[in-house]
Each structure stands twice: as structure tokens, then as C-alpha cells.
């Protein structure tokens, strides 16, 4: 896969800065792992042998850890990652026709991200916000009351936002 | 000139409603005006059909107006509102009359949308920290005890006595012990923890304090979820005031007392609210269950002596040290006592917070809170308790909101999480997602659990195409009891309820030609 435009390019010295900021915690891993996708967007394959010598663990640990956890991630996503909403209130409002109306609308399935590299869709399991589902998370920002038509609005906010930079 | 203080919530729910923009075009009119308004972010009431909800108190009363739009906001601006708070037309009247809000029984959350969250001024007024207080001249002991007594138990779900939890962990001696809080909040169809941590975080706080000072703990843990972005932001401020006023830190309220609170973070797994999986999380591991014993209260965090609650659990502590156990006692019914925050949420006209004591009915949190279906179709299926909670039919809805009640009739309550479906509902779809959803979160360390879900779909997709129906779920069936008595944690040993209830009551969904429509 080519490597997708908004991919921060991996920076060896700050991997291991982050590693330095939290190997005297105890328990760090996961500590690591976040900060280490805050700041590239996904824990890239090359990172792991370092982040294995630096903690010093091993790598398949290491593995294993990212593999069990939905959120961590090995591949670059698109510049703005869309989170649909697939947990029962939001069933019971609409959400899996919202899901395959997004699906259908961007050409793309969950886990993937757009041949022009502006949308990743992800499904999640609930975002507290069940009082008005159907729910939507982009970045940090969480809407209610998604129906197709909501959804599309942002769709084409987030697009026009995305003109204004290029 | 005299100032009006004027409510905008900072709450997830609030903000998805608008209330970040209309906080915002407010602090705009303010400045530019000099309007005599002061702008204070407080928490949600949890009357979220009124939300974006304005409050505007004019110094005996606050009053009511919402749901808010900018352009209406604009409106009352323009007829400076303020004057005269009460009078204008759009005003529901005082907040505290409103109906949904005057019949609950708000004690956990006395304070979650009334102060300002990040102020340990507002939350000392609002009578904050006198738990605390006492705590802190009492044996660690008669803390516990005083827990006990109140007869509170564990709000995440499992509803274990947390008197009897904090005693162990009192009686293991060990050279470090940890109270964590799991507020993990994984079940769909609940957002209690999150309004209470973004409501009133040094509730949370001062509960956890209490905890270490009961077993002996100067280290705390806040295992969050990453799906909660807002909130992890209103908690590290939380945590920075209350360590800025000598809450947190070494020697507490200049006490011979250490307690720090730590904030980590979930990282999207939801068997990672089960306990022993959280506390593999929080070491930096994959999140497995393990095995009990040892219990978490001899064993747990690092391998030593750990007090794990949920938010709502370790958030009740203060309030029954301040008003005594007795008070808190003298809620609820049986061997549910104190109350419960119920969560409604669905296809319900009139979601929100429903803090009650124990002993009310579902039907009456359906309709005279609910206000029945937001699609204005019959409501049809309720799950109660989270994904892992049976489906309830019209036919149980009377039934009494208690732990015991709940379970005689195979369900449970859990979380307090209430999630009504109007009568579109496909029930075998929705029991398939039960199975879905524990194959997708199965920790995988046993077959009934990680292989029984996938099996399960496969069962239900072939009912739902019409083959063999009868004798498949005879086999769904006998899956479910292989799940619930196979299975190491309740992943895999619940997951049959929601399932099993949909076949149970809702057959007709299971027959031909019902999967499809
Ligand atoms: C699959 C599964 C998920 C759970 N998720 C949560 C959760 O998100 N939050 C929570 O507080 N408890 C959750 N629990 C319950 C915890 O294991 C544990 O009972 C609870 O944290 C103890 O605190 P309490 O006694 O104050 O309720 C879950 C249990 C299971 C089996
Ligand atoms: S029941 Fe499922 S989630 Fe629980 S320990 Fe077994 S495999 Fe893991
Ligand atoms: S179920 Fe979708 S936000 Fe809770």
C-alpha cells in the first residue's frame, strides 16, 4: 500500500523520547503504545523491535499486545477517522442503516480507508452518548442524532475542510 | 452591577447537542456587550432531550431553558432575559420543578450538573470533602465498617457487597496496595460513570481518597476508556485541582496521609472492564482474565492487595461517610439498598439520567420518565443491564428494579443500563449481535467463550434463513448452557441471557420467513 499523505513519517528519536518518558513506570506498555500513536497516527512494523529493546520485552509480546486491542493499529488510516456507532441503543435508533449508508456513501468497508486517503471508517462499541443515538465519533468530537442525511453533512463539512488546506 | 451566573454544560451528550457552540457564541456576547453574565460550564442534569440546556440563576433560583439553538439564544439575549429570568416565554421553569428531575432521588449525582466540576471551591460549598473530612479522623477499620453497613454494593455490575471487598484488602497485610477504579464503562446503553466524572470528577476523587485511607492504600488507578475523549480531558484537570489544593499528593489535608491518583487509559477492548482483564491491561498486557483465586483483593494490581470499584461505586463512598450508612440504608428494597442511576437510552422520547432508589418499576422509568418511544411506534423489547442482559418483554416490565427481583426472572440489572426498541425490532438480529459482539470481545482464553459465539451466529444465521429451525435452536440452546457454565468470566457465562431471552420471548422472530423483514 502506498504510504497515505496525513501518515506522520516515523522519526526514530521520538520513539525512543516517548519510550524514555514512561520505561521507569511500572506497567508502561500501553502507555507507550498510545503515546506512540497520538503522535504517528499508528504504531508503525519498525517501531516494535525498539519499543522491545527500550522496555525490554520481547517482540512477540509486544504483538500480542497491539493485536488484542482494537484501537491500537499497524497501518496508517485517513485523514479523518470516522467512528460509527454499532452497540444496541444505537441499533435501536437506525444505526445499521446508517452503517451501510456510510459504507456505501465512501465505497468503503469498516477497517478501511478511502483510494483518496481522506476517510478511514471504524466501527465502535458504544460512545456513552446513547441518550441521543445514532452516534458518530471524528477525532475527538462526538455527534448525536446521526441519520443518513446528518451524516452526510459532515461528510461534506470535513470535505470542504479538507479543500481549504490543500 | 449584579452578575447572573448562566449554566452551559461541558458533558459528551451536551456537546453532540450543540452546547460547545452555544457556550461559545454566549462568551462571544458577553464580551463584545459587557453583558452582566458570568459563564460557568457545569455538568449535565441528564435531562438530555433538553439539552443543550441554559440555566440561568438569579440568586434564590436557577431557571431552565432548553433545548438551545443559537438563534434563540440570540433572542433572549436581545430581550435581556436576565431582568427577569423566570418571565420569559421560552423559559420551563425552575430547573428543580422540572418533573423528569423533581421525582428522581439524586444523591450520587446531588452535585453533577449543579457545580462547576473543575472547582474545589464549588464542590466544598456543595458540601464536597465532608466525608473526607471525617474519614480522616476515623480508624481505617470503622471506615470500612461504616461501608458495610450501608449495604452498598458494587455498581459495574456484579453487585458485590464493597464493604466486604474493602475488608479483605484491609486484612492482607502487604507493603503496597492499590485502589483502582474501573471506569472502563464498556456496556452499550450506559453513561452514568461518564456523567459523573465529567459532572462532578471530585466526587470520584474524594471516594478514592476514602479508599486508600480504609485499607491502607497511597496509590490509586483510573483505568478510563480511550472512547471517552472529553471526559479524560475534565478528569486530568480534576486530578490537577485537587492536587494543586493538597487533596492529592503527599500528605493529604496535612494529614500523615499519601494519596496520588493516576490516570490511564482503555485502549478499545471491552473485555477489558472485567477486572482481572483490566488490571492485565493496566500492567501493559493483553487483557486475559485470569483465573480466581487469588481474589484481586489478595492479589491484584502488581500482585498485591487491590480494591477495584466502578465510578458510580467508589463516587457513593463519600456521601455515606458525610451522611452516615443509616441514611444511605434507608434507600431502596431487600438487599438493594441506596439507589441506583438508571441509564434510558434507545427509542425513547425522553432519555437521560434516572437516579432512583432500588424498588421502582421498568415501566415506570419507560413511561413516565421515558415518556414512551421516541419513533412514536409501541416499544416492543428492552435490554436492561448492558449487551450481556436479557431482552425484556411488555410482560416483565412490571417487575420490581432490585438486584434479586431481576435475577429470579434471568435477567439482571447491572449498570443500570435501559435500552427500549420499538416494535421494528428483528429480535433474531438482535440476538445474533449478542453472539457477534462476544466472539468480537472474547478474550479467547476458553472454547466455550471464543469458539461457542461464532458458532452461535452460525446457528442463528441458519434460523434466519429458514433451515432446520427447529432443530437448530434446540442447538442454540444447549450452545448457551455449554457458554454459561464453561465460561471462566461473564462474557462468555452471560451472553446466553440476552440470547436465550430473545428465543424465549420473541419466537415469533425466530420463525420462518421473520428473519428478513
Ligand atoms: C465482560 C465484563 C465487562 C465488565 N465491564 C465493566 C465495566 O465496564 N465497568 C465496571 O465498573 N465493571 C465492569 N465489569 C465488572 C467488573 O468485573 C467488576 O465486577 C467491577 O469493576 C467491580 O466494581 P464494583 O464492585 O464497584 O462494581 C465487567 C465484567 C465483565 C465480566
Ligand atoms: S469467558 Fe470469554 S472473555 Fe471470559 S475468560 Fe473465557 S474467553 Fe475470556
Ligand atoms: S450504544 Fe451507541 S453510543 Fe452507546
Given at each position: ?166 | ?6 449554566f452551559v454544560p461541558r458533558d459528551t451528550t451536551s456537546c453532540a447537542l450543540g452546547a460547545e457552540s452555544l457556550a461559545e457564541r454566549l462568551g462571544q456576547l458577553i464580551a463584545v456587550d ?83 466540576p473543575l472547582s474545589v471551591a464549588a464542590y466544598r460549598e456543595a458540601g464536597g470533602f465532608r466525608g473526607l473530612d471525617k474519614a480522616l479522623t476515623m480508624q481505617a477499620a470503622d471506615i ?374
Open positions: 500500500m502506498a504510504a497515505l499523505p496525513h501518515s506522520t513519517p516515523y522519526d526514530e528519536s521520538q520513539l525512543l523520547a516517548i519510550c524514555e518518558r514512561f520505561k521507569h513506570e511500572p506497567g508502561p506498555l500501553l502507555q507507550v503504545l498510545h503515546a506512540v500513536q497520538d503522535c504517528l497516527g499508528h504504531v508503525p512494523t519498525e517501531a516494535v523491535p525498539r519499543i522491545a529493546e527500550a522496555l525490554n520485552l520481547s517482540r512477540a509480546e509486544i504483538h500480542g499486545v497491539i493485536s488484542f486491542y482494537h484501537y491500537f493499529r499497524q497501518r496508517p488510516v485517513g485523514r479523518h477517522v470516522l467512528q460509527i456507532c454499532r452497540a444496541e441503543s444505537c441499533q435501536a435508533m437506525g444505526s445499521r442503516t446508517l452503517e451501510s449508508h456510510a459504507q456505501e456513501s465512501l465505497g468503503i468497508d469498516f477497517h478501511e480507508t478511502s483510494a483518496d486517503g481522506q476517510f478511514t471508517l471504524l466501527p465502535v462499541y458504544c460512545l456513552g452518548n446513547c441518550a441521543c443515538s445514532p452516534s458518530v465519533r471524528i477525532a475527538d468530537a462526538t455527534f448525536g442524532h446521526v441519520d443518513c442525511a446528518a451524516f452526510d453533512r459532515l461528510i461534506a463539512d470535513l470535505s470542504a475542510d479538507s479543500e481549504g488546506d490543500a | 452591577m449584579a452578575q447572573h451566573k448562566i459587557g453583558l452582566p453574565l458570568q459563564l460557568v460550564r457545569n455538568g449535565s442534569r441528564g435531562l438530555y432531550w433538553l439539552e443543550p440546556l441554559l440555566e440561568i440563576d438569579d440568586g434564590e433560583s436557577r431557571w431552565a431553558y432548553g433545548p438551545l439553538c443559537e438563534s434563540k439564544l440570540e433572542e433572549l439575549v436581545a430581550a435581556r432575559f436576565w431582568e427577569n429570568p423566570g418571565a420569559h416565554p421560552s423559559c420551563l421553569g425552575k430547573t428543580e420543578d422540572i418533573p423528569y428531575l423533581r421525582d428522581q432521588q439524586r444523591i450520587t449525582f446531588a452535585r453533577v450538573g449543579v457545580i462547576d470500612v465498617a461504616e461501608i458495610r453497613d450501608s449495604g452498598l454494593r458494587g455498581r459495574g455490575g456484579a453487585a458485590f457487597p464493597t464493604g466486604i471487598k474493602w475488608q479483605t484488602v484491609l486484612d492482607t497485610p502487604a507493603p503496597q496496595k492499590y485502589v483502582v477504579c474501573n471506569a472502563d464503562e464498556g456496556d452499550s446503553g450506559t453513561y452514568s460513570d461518564r456523567m459523573l466524572m465529567e459532572g462532578d470528577p471530585m466526587a470520584l476523587i474524594e471516594g478514592m481518597i476514602i479508599a486508600g485511607l480504609a485499607v491502607g492504600a497511597d496509590r490509586g488507578y483510573i483505568y478510563l476508556r480511550e472512547e471517552y475523549p472529553l471526559t479524560r480531558l475534565l478528569l486530568d484537570e480534576a486530578l490537577e485541582a485537587a492536587r494543586r489544593e493538597g487533596y492529592l499528593g503527599e500528605r493529604i489535608c496535612d494529614s500523615d496521609h499519601d494519596f496520588e491518583i493516576e490516570l490511564r487509559l482503555g485502549a478499545g477492548a471491552y473485555i477489558c472492564g472485567e477486572e482481572t482483564a483490566m488490571l492485565e491491561s493496566l500492567e501493559g498486557k493483553r487483557g486475559e482474565v485470569r483465573a480466581k483465586p487469588p481474589l484481586p483483593a489478595v492479589a491484584g494490581l502488581f500482585a498485591q492487595p487491590s480494591i477495584i470499584n466502578n465510578v458510580i461505586s467508589l463516587a457513593s463512598v463519600p456521601g455515606i461517610l458525610a451522611d452516615g450508612a443509616v441514611e444511605y440504608q434507608a434507600y431502596g428494597v431487600g438487599r438493594s439498598r441506596g439507589t441506583l442511576p438508571f441509564q434510558l437510552a434507545g427509542n425513547l422520547r425522553q432519555a437521560g439520567l434516572v437516579e432512583l432508589a432500588f424498588g421502582n418499576t421498568l415501566r415506570s422509568l419507560l413511561e413516565d420518565f421515558g415518556a414512551g418511544s421516541r419513533s412514536g411506534r409501541p416499544l416492543r423489547a428492552v435490554q436492561v443491564g448492558g449487551p450481556l442482559g436479557a431482552y425484556l418483554p411488555e410482560s416483565q416490565w412490571d417487575t420490581p428494579l432490585d438486584y434479586e427481583a431481576f435475577q429470579a426472572i434471568g435477567a439482571m440489572l447491572g449498570h443500570g443500563g435501559i435500552v427500549a426498541f420499538d416494535d421494528t425490532v428483528d429480535m433474531s438480529l438482535q440476538a445474533r449481535f449478542s453472539m457477534e459482539f462476544c466472539a468480537l470481545e472474547s478474550c479467547g482464553k476458553c472454547t466455550p467463550c471464543r469458539i461457542g459465539s461464532t458458532r452461535g451466529v452460525e446457528l442463528i444465521d441458519r434460523i434466519r434463513d429458514g433451515r432446520e429451525i427447529e432443530q437448530n435452536t434446540a442447538l442454540l440452546l444447549e450452545l448457551c448452557d455449554t457458554m454459561e457454565h464453561g465460561s471462566l468470566c461473564a462474557m462468555g457465562g452471560l451472553t446466553p441471557y440476552p440470547v436465550r431471552s430473545a428465543v424465549r420471548y420473541f419466537s415469533a422472530d425466530f420463525e420462518p420467513g421473520a428473519g428478513n423483514t
